[in-house]
Structure formats: C-alpha cells, structure tokens
C-alpha cells in the first residue's frame, strides 16, 4: 500500500509511530521483527517493516578461524565439461549474485562465459522448503533472462565424496550454466537461525555452538569439516579461472552485512587454496555495506539489472515488485541494485 493511499489510517499509523518512539524501538528492532513475522507468513508486514527501517543491518558476532579441508582424492561426481572462461560463484543466498555481482554477472553470461552458480543455503527464513523451493524457481528464471533464453532445466541430485547430496539445475539447452543448492538452514540478520529449524545456522556451526546443520530438505546433516570438504570439492569440479563469493568475516567490510554472507565468504576463502587457486582468481563482492559507497551502476546497465531482479523477485514473495521503480524503491535493494563492488584480497582489509 503507497503512503498516499493510507488517508483513512494515518491518524492511527501515526500514533503506532509515537508509540514505537515513545517505548525507543530501534530500526534494526523494527527490522528484525519483521523478519520474524515473515518467517510466519508475514511477508506483507515484512516489506512495510523495511519502509521504515531504511534497509536490512546484520547483527556482528565473532567467528572462529576455519580449517582448511584436505583436497579431494579422485574425480568428484559433481565434475561438469569445462567451458570458456569458466567462473564458478559460491554465495549465502540465491538473489546474491544477481543483486550485488551484477551487472558484471549478466555480461559474463553474454558474452559466452561458462558460469557454476552454488547457492549454500535455502534462504528460507524460518519458513520451510516450499519457499526456498520459490527463491530457486526465481534465480532460475533471472539465469534464462541473463542467458536470453527460456526452456526446461534438468534437475538432479548428486552425492558427492564429502557425503554430502546436493541439487544441481542445468538448463536443458544451455550446459555452460548450472546451478547447484546446498539449502543449508539460513540463519537470519541476528545470525541465530530461525526456531523452525533449531535456532542454528552457519554462524553456529562454525563457531562449535552445534554440531551439524540439516538441509532444509531432509539431505545428509554438515558438520564444518563435511561443509568445507563439499565447498573444496565443488571448485575442483568447476576447475574455474575465476571465483566470486560474499565479503568474508575477515574483512572490514563485513560489518552490519547478512552474516549468513560473511560466512560464506570466510568458508569460499579457506576452501580455495587447497585446489590450487590463488588469491588474485578471488572476487569477493560486498554486500549490504555497498549502500555507502558511490552509486556506480546507472543508466543502461542499471535498467537490465533491475529486470533481472524483478524476474526473480516475481517468484519470492516477500520482495516481490512488479514494476522497476519499485524494485528501486525497496529501502536497501534499491541502494544495493545501484551499485556494485568487487575487491581482492589486497582490498578487503583484513584483521
């Protein structure tokens, strides 16, 4: 609903803000509540929340040291054909490349670049497989915009030497590009998880609080060495030249960012190494932070990454947006679609 569109409920709105000042609800308390309510179906609540936040803020929380895992010992069954100038991409959440590794992304797709896109966790907020399921329906269909192409995607799990089982999507037509799902639990801008499924994500797991983590899905339960093993294998497989993943937790930058990135990045920038590549094949793009930085992505290029959100936005409802303008409207979304930046190891200053 637009705020001209509220004249029989503004007095009320008006008195709930007062009350929210009056009792100091902090805008990141604002925005975490409304996460919670979208975990419970709330998503409509969810948006007007973060018209009133001014965008997303992960909580901070320290995160131990990751080990490297050993490197694969034979041929892993995740092997796909090499391609030209192959990339692989490893991010927290399936709209993360499309938000914060655009338009750079989308050219690479054009111009014929063979692209291994991993998603490791369902992004699901609390709120079950079926919506994880929606996310990976839209970041297919933001794949076939990015390719010019639409058609079916074959679908097909694999158990991989780390024992891990994973789901891979190939466009039937199209093999240079695959997709492949991990759908870890998500755990949350606090980075406690959701109480859907037992308040742990990977912030837990790497810092010894759990265990394991169970995929959303009903897959093998990771341990840390099993997750860091998959993710080695993974890039193995690939044989890529180049590599793009989140901020890692090491980084300046990481901070107010989803932790669920800073992990993903931490766990992509301990795995690397042990597969031969080096530092400068890395990438790691930043994430809610870039809405500091300059606007740097406009005009033309702008225009198509913002189609290419909207294509996936139209499959996850709790972001959805059915016109460019209101994609660019969305407190955060909006800031992060104008801008994008990538930084090597030199960049990320390191503590």
């Known amino acids: 609903m637009r705020e001209d569109e509220l004249s029989g409920a503004e007095g009320e709105e008006r008195a709930a803000e007062r009350a929210a000042r009056r009792v100091r609800v902090t805008r990141r308390g604002l925005l975490i509540g409304g996460l919670a309510l979208a975990a419970l179906g709330g998503g409509a609540l969810f948006v007007r929340q973060l018209r009133h936040s001014g965008g997303p803020v992960g909580a901070w929380m320290p995160l131990r040291p990751i080990a490297a895992p050993a490197p694969p010992a034979t041929l892993s069954p995740a092997v796909e054909a090499p391609g030209l100038d192959t990339c692989m991409t490893i991010w927290a959440h399936a709209d993360d490349d499309i938000i914060?590794?655009?338009?750079?992304?989308?050219?690479?797709?054009?111009?014929?670049?063979?692209?291994?896109?991993?998603?490791?966790?369902?992004?699901?907020?609390?709120?079950?497989?079926?919506?994880?399921?929606?996310?990976?329906?839209?970041?297919?269909?933001?794949?076939?915009?990015?390719?010019?192409?639409?058609?079916?995607?074959?679908?097909?799990?694999?158990?991989?030497?780390?024992?891990?089982?994973?789901?891979?999507?190939?466009?039937?037509?199209?093999?240079?590009?695959?997709?492949?799902?991990?759908?870890?639990?998500?755990g949350?801008?606090?980075?406690?998880?959701?109480?859907?499924?037992?308040?742990?994500?990977?912030?837990?797991?790497?810092?010894?609080?759990?265990?394991?983590?169970?995929?959303?899905?009903?897959?093998?339960?990771?341990?840390?060495?099993?997750l860091t093993a998959t993710l080695a294998e993974l890039l193995s497989a690939a044989e890529p030249r180049r590599v793009s993943t989140n901020v890692p937790h090491e980084s300046a930058f990481?901070?107010?960012d989803h932790p669920d990135h800073s992990c993903v990045g931490s766990l992509v920038r301990a795995s690397a190494p042990v597969v031969g590549l080096a530092p400068e094949a890395m990438s790691y793009y930043l994430g809610y932070p870039s809405q500091d930085q300059p606007v740097n992505v406009t005009g033309t290029a702008l225009d198509a990454k913002v189609e290419v959100y909207r294509t996936y936005a139209a499959d996850d409802p709790v972001v959805r947006c059915a016109e460019a303008s209101t994609c660019?409207?969305?407190?955060?979304?909006?800031?992060?679609?104008?801008?994008?930046?990538?930084?090597?190891?030199?960049?990320?200053?390191?503590?």
Not at 330 to 344: A, I, K, S
């Open 100 to 186: 914060f590794a655009n338009p750079e992304l989308g050219e690479g797709i054009a111009a014929g670049a063979t692209v291994r896109a991993v998603y490791v966790t369902a992004g699901d907020a609390g709120k079950g497989l079926d919506y994880a399921l929606e996310r990976e329906a839209g970041i297919r269909a933001a794949y076939d915009l990015m390719r010019g192409a639409t058609g079916e995607w074959d679908e097909r799990q694999l158990t991989l030497l780390s024992g891990a089982r994973v789901t891979r999507f190939v466009p039937a037509d199209e093999p240079r590009l695959s997709i492949t799902v991990l759908r870890l639990p998500d």
């Open 328 to 351: 660019l409207a969305q407190p955060g979304f909006g800031e992060w679609l104008r801008r994008t930046y990538p930084m090597n190891e030199a960049e990320l200053r390191l503590s």
């Open 254 to 256: 990481a901070r107010g």
């Open 188 to 226: 949350g801008l606090d980075g406690k998880g959701f109480l859907a499924t037992g308040g742990a994500g990977l912030t837990q797991l790497i810092n010894g609080e759990v265990d394991v983590l169970a995929p959303v899905d009903g897959g093998p339960v990771y341990d840390l060495p099993r």
